[in-house]
């Protein structure tokens, strides 16, 4: 168990680029979550996934954006067309959702994302 | 939709004091509440997770209370000590995470 790993850490881009993210959850983790978090905020819902199922896109997620997690393992997320308001700390979770309630989610270390 | 609140958005202690964190909650359906600490840049680490059949959950100097009717969390620290200086979360799950602002602690040495 190595922990849910995110890469890049920091990405740095021109308005209008596209960028891609990665998120490996812990192994066997069968959920995944995104969430953005700007300064001084708490972090904010963008989608999640059952396996390999995306089940819920929140209103914050635009068609600029884009998530997938082929084969339900690892998962992606795109920005396409990046805007300077998209600037943020993007975060994957993941948990292991069999328990009775216990469902304790492990975060990682985050995508900081600055667009110029 | 679920809206979290914690009071007080920043809090300056000595070391040695006890800390009191409090969130609150809009919906009381709720599966589990999760206290999180984060360090400036970086990632959340999960401190506590209280299920929704609990009244409180500790670890170590950590303890947390739910009233899950009241819609209320308290997060108490005790003896702080400088290494506790951190943004902490409250975090309630109803499937999926909705998170409060944060308490931003500072304990002075």
Known sequence: DTGVSQDPRHKITKR????????????????????????GQGPE???????????????LLSDRFSAERPKGSFSTLEIQRTEQGDSAMYLCASTDT?????????????TQLSVL | KQEVTQIPAALSVPEGENLVLNCSFT?????????FRQ????GLTSLLL?????REQTSGRLNASLDKSSGRST????????????????AVNDYKLSFGAGTTVTVRA
């Open chain 1, 16 to 39: 209008g680029q596209n960028v891609t993210f990665r998120c490996d959850p812990i192994s066997e983790h069968n959920r995944l979550y995104w969430y953005r978090q700007t300064l």
């Open chain 1, 45 to 59: 819902f963008l989608t999640y996934f059952q396996n390999e199922a995306q089940l819920e896109k929140s209103r």
């Open chain 1, 98 to 110: 069999g328990g009775q309630g216990d469902e304790k989610l492990f975060f990682g270390s985050g």
């Open chain 2, 27 to 35: 919906d009381s359906a709720i599966y589990n509440l999760q206290w």
């Open chain 2, 39 to 42: 360090d400036p840049g970086k």
């Open chain 2, 50 to 54: 209280i299920q929704s059949s609990q």
């Open chain 2, 75 to 90: 997060l108490y620290i005790a003896a702080s000590q400088p290494g506790d200086s951190a943004t902490y979360l409250c």
